[in-house]
């Protein structure tokens, strides 16, 4: 039994001696490698930027005047003003909004007229859909009510600011366009 413990030792001293001398080959390949990328030419780095150094900013707001205190005072400017007259003209804000008022005028298209029950105009909204208008309906986003419809144009009446908090009627028409 001793002897084959001993025969086991003698293989386990040998295997790694064995191992040891593959590692003694012949390295000239490595060393030549090596003396090849030594004697490349090396790219130089540039150097890096030369940094400003910080400068401190002292803030001294105690000479300047307060942003808060108003500079300019009042004075009273004796102006003519105008005498406005109220017209009477105003948008009913209380009445139920259609569904083309959501809609600029310049979004929206005479695309066509149909009889039933009276005339109708149809109107296609920016978004492609097409509805029906008679007389007496509103569309546009200035209250603008149908007067008329004819088979070339739709004649709408709006009611506008004029700029002095008061209202003024205007005309404005809506003209049928081909569809292709």
Known sequence: MLNK???L???SLLIPLLGLTACVDDKSDLSAYVAKVK???KVDI???PVMKPYEKFAYAASTLRDPFVATVTEVAVNVEKKEIIDNGIRPD???RKEALEAYDLGNLQYVGSLEQDGIWALVRASDGIINRVQVGNYMGRNHGQVVSISDLEIVLKEIVPDGNGLYIERDSTLSIVEVN
């Open 5 to 7: 413990y001993s025969t």
């Open 46 to 48: 540039e150097p890096m």
């Open 9 to 11: 030792l003698k293989m």
């Open 39 to 41: 004697s490349e030419q």
């Open 93 to 95: 804000l209380y009445r």
